[in-house]
């Protein structure tokens, strides 16, 4: 999920959900999950 900003608690909610939390940032983007993050298999 790609976000310019996020509500209080999405990012957690993404990480529950085993998706990817990008964060764009100027003409850049960020993936800002835990480095023990495992997506979820679709």
Do not use: V
């Not at 310019?4 to 939390?21: I, K, P, W, Y």
């Not at 100027?26 to 800002?32: E, P, Q, T, Y």
């Amino acid at each position: 999920m790609a976000w310019l900003t996020a509500d209080a608690g999405a990012e957690a909610m993404l990480e529950n959900r085993g998706l990817f939390s990008i964060r764009a940032t100027g003409d850049s983007a960020s993936i800002l999950n835990d480095a023990d993050f495992r997506p979820r298999a679709w």
